[in-house]
């Protein structure tokens, strides 16, 4: 298992404290409309809805889809919709923690760090559950997981794809120790593999695909281990707005409705914004399953990597996931 690692712990709170700080000093950008509800009473409604992702993906095809069709907007009854979209963990922590991000699809060990660090935050819907894909270099000597012992392997350090990498070569009689992981973002990783650094990578779509599309790159037989791409809100923004909460989490299962009749149509839809051809999408797209939803083993799977986070040391505090998730309704 990797090492813990303090200092980025650390900074990571330290930059949250700060932000935390300048948001009590300053005033709310955004105040908030009164609208009358069917029974007379006056309900809170936001003038601004900021909604974002970790970086882009194929599995936030959901939000890609409600953005396009105008689902998000329809679900807003009047209000701004602004997308956002964040290139680290500790940036998304920042503005859940700050009241500056109102909806964010994303994988799930930036909302455990979120929680981990103490901020109220809803685990609202699924948007895919996803195979975790780990691939080697075309002409790799490396078969299975079972030969990655000793393996110089990228991965996202502190991501879910570090958790499936592991738990994939445990399960396949490998000591994960034995691993050589070099922490890199996805496109740090990916120029390290395209110069024959690597032995293997584990990441998600797009970036497996491209490789597999350039004949750079094979996957490995794929082991029991996924990724949730998961839709997190603050509870405050819940609690406050609770009917656009609502309307919000149904545009993103329309959303999910719309990709399993038009399946076509949502692959151009994702191509554009993820910005790959429309061949990477197609060759990704039966990794995911937009069907899934946040049953019992969904939590339990997400448990178990919260549980994996505090053990090497990216969370200070443990997680209950199942308290986390609180659905509309």
Not at 15 to 25: S, W
Not at 35 to 62: H, K, L, N, Q, W
Request: proline residues 6%; glycine residues 6%.
């Amino acid at each position: 298992m990797p090492t813990t690692r303090p200092p980025l712990l650390r900074l990571l709170l330290a930059m949250l404290g700060l932000a935390l700080i300048a948001a009590a000093c300053s005033s709310d950008d955004d105040t908030a409309d009164a609208t009358s509800g069917d029974d007379g009473t006056e309900a809170a409604a936001p003038e601004t809805i900021r909604i974002g992702t970790f970086s882009r993906a194929v599995d936030y095809a959901p939000f890609y889809v409600a953005r396009a069709e105008g689902m998000f907007e329809a679900a807003a009854n009047g209000a701004e919709i602004e997308y956002v979209e964040f290139d680290s963990a500790p940036a998304i922590t920042e503005a859940l923690g700050t009241g500056r991000i109102d909806m964010v699809f994303m994988a799930e060990p930036p909302a455990l760090i979120t929680a981990s660090a103490g901020i109220d935050v809803i685990i609202a819907a699924l948007g895919a559950s996803l195979i975790q894909d780990i691939i080697v270099p075309t002409g790799s000597d490396i078969e299975t997981a079972a030969d990655l012992a000793g393996a110089r392997v990228g991965v996202l350090a502190g991501s879910s794809s570090q958790y499936g990498l592991l738990s994939i070569a445990e399960d396949a009689g490998v000591d994960p120790d034995s691993i050589e992981i070099l922490d890199l973002a996805p496109p740090d990783a990916q120029a390290a593999f395209e110069a024959g650094e690597l032995d293997a990578w584990a990441v998600w779509p797009p970036f497996v695909q491209q490789q597999v599309i350039q004949e750079t790159g094979v996957l490995l037989p794929e082991g029991d281990a996924a990724i949730q791409s998961i839709v997190v809100v603050p509870t405050s923004f819940a609690e406050e707005y609770p009917e656009t909460y609502a309307a919000l989490i149904q545009a993103v299962a329309d959303a999910k409705v719309f990709i399993a009749e038009n399946e076509a149509d949502a692959q151009a839809v994702v191509s554009e914004a993820v910005g790959v051809e429309a061949e990477v999408v197609e060759l990704a797209w039966p990794r995911h399953d937009f069907t899934a939803e946040l049953d019992d083993a969904i939590v339990a799977d997400i448990q178990e990597k919260a549980d994996f986070l505090v053990e090497a040391g990216f969370l200070e505090n443990e997680v209950d996931v199942a308290t986390l998730v609180k659905q509309p309704g």
